[in-house]
C-alpha cells in the first residue's frame, strides 16, 4: 500500500519565520503535490513536480516555494510566513499522468 | 473560470443508496471527474474517476451524462462507516485537480 508521510501532524510558528513542511512517499511515484485545505474553501493546490528537479505552480502559489532533490521527497517552504498561511496542509504523489494521488494525513501548521 | 459545485452536507440511513451531486461549469474537454473520500484527521482517498457515462468499482459508481457539466457519485447501501466528506474535482490534464468545497454525508442507524 502507498505510503505518503508528512513529518509533522502539528506545527506552531511565527510570522516571519522561514517553515519548511517535508512529504516523503515510498511507492517510486512520478508525481508529487501540495495542497492546502481550508473550512468553506476545500482543497487547493499549491505546486506539484511531475520529476525530481522540476515543479509547476497551481493555484495558489504566492508566498511559498517548492524543493524536490530526490524522487521521494518534496518540500514545501514558506520563506517568511504569514498568519493567512495557517492551515491544514496536504501532500499527495501518484503514480503518473492521470493515476490517482495518494494523500498524507496533513500538517496542521499555526503561524502566530 | 471552470467550477465545481456539490451539495454542502447529505444525511442518510443505512443501508440506503446514496447519490450525490455535482455541477461542473465550464468543464474543459480533456478534464476527468474525480471523486475522493476523506474521514477526520486523514488525507483524502481516492473513490473513482471518469470521463463520460457509467464507471463502476468496488465501492461506487459514477454517472456523467452526455454533456457531462454534472456528475452523481452513488454509493450503495451505505453503512455508519461511510460517513465522511466527499470531494468531487477536475483532473485538468495529466496532473492537477482541482476540488469543490465537499459534501459532508453523516449516515444514520
Known amino acids: 500500500d502507498v505510503k505518503v508521510t508528512q513529518s509533522s501532524r502539528y506545527l506552531v510558528k511565527r510570522t516571519g519565520e522561514k517553515v519548511f513542511l517535508e512529504c516523503v512517499q515510498d511507492?517510486?511515484?512520478?508525481?508529487m503535490f501540495w495542497y492546502r485545505q481550508d473550512p468553506g474553501l476545500g482543497l487547493r493546490l499549491i505546486y506539484f513536480s511531475y520529476d525530481v528537479k522540476m515543479k509547476e505552480k497551481g493555484d495558489i502559489p504566492e508566498g511559498y516555494s517548492v524543493s524536490r532533490e530526490k524522487k521521494e521527497r518534496f518540500s514545501l517552504i514558506l520563506e517568511s510566513a504569514s498568519t493567512n498561511q495557517t492551515s491544514m496542509y496536504l501532500c499527495?504523489?501518484?503514480?503518473?499522468?492521470?493515476?490517482?494521488?495518494?494523500f498524507g494525513d496533513g500538517t496542521r501548521l499555526s503561524i502566530l | 473560470l471552470a467550477k465545481t459545485t456539490q451539495p454542502i452536507s447529505m444525511d442518510s440511513y443505512e443501508g440506503q443508496e446514496v447519490n450525490i451531486t455535482c455541477s461542473h461549469n465550464n468543464i474543459a474537454t480533456n478534464d476527468y471527474i474525480t471523486w475522493y473520500q476523506q474521514f477526520p484527521s486523514q488525507g483524502p482517498r481516492f473513490i473513482i474517476q471518469?470521463?463520460?457515462t457509467k464507471v463502476t468499482n468496488e465501492v461506487a459508481s459514477l454517472f456523467i451524462p452526455a454533456d457531462r457539466k454534472s456528475s452523481t457519485l452513488s454509493l450503495p447501501r451505505v453503512s455508519l462507516s461511510d460517513t465522511a466528506v466527499y470531494y468531487c474535482g477536475r483532473r485538468a490534464g495529466s496532473y492537477q485537480l482541482t476540488f469543490g468545497k465537499g459534501t459532508k454525508l453523516s449516515v444514520i442507524p
Open positions: 499527495a504523489s501518484s503514480l503518473g499522468p492521470g493515476q490517482p494521488q495518494h
Open positions: 511507492m517510486d511515484h512520478e508525481n
Open positions: 471518469g470521463y463520460k
